[in-house]
């Protein structure tokens, strides 16, 4: 996330951040056919679903969404033949 934005718009996020961690914390391992699902619900927020079940309560902030979405998709992605694959770029 630190690496598509400034440290002042990433400062105001740390709550989410953190929370986001915990997450990825518990489920650190999926199977074959195991699905973590980020998804924007206008109104809602971010919902963050793994294997069908929602984790906790929305994140409000849109900033938060757009964040976690440069982490894959952003000017600089955590994996570039990941970013260009789900842009359906050819490899």
């Known amino acids: 996330m630190e690496d ?3 440290r002042a718009a990433f ?4 709550p989410g951040v953190l929370r ?3 997450i990825f914390s518990e489920h650190k391992k ?4 195991d699905q973590f699902m980020i998804d924007w619900v206008p109104g ?6 793994v294997k ?6 929305p994140f409000k902030e849109p900033e938060f969404f757009n964040a976690l979405m ?21 490899a």
């Open 20 to 22: 986001m961690s915990q």
């Open 30 to 33: 999926l199977q074959a056919g």
């Open 70 to 90: 440069g982490i894959w998709l952003g000017n600089v992605p955590a994996d570039w033949k990941l970013k260009d694959a789900l842009l359906g770029k050819p």
């Open 11 to 14: 400062s105001k996020l740390i």
């Open 4 to 6: 598509n934005m400034d």
């Open 52 to 57: 069908g079940k929602p984790q906790g309560e």
């Open 44 to 49: 809602t927020g971010t919902v963050i679903t």
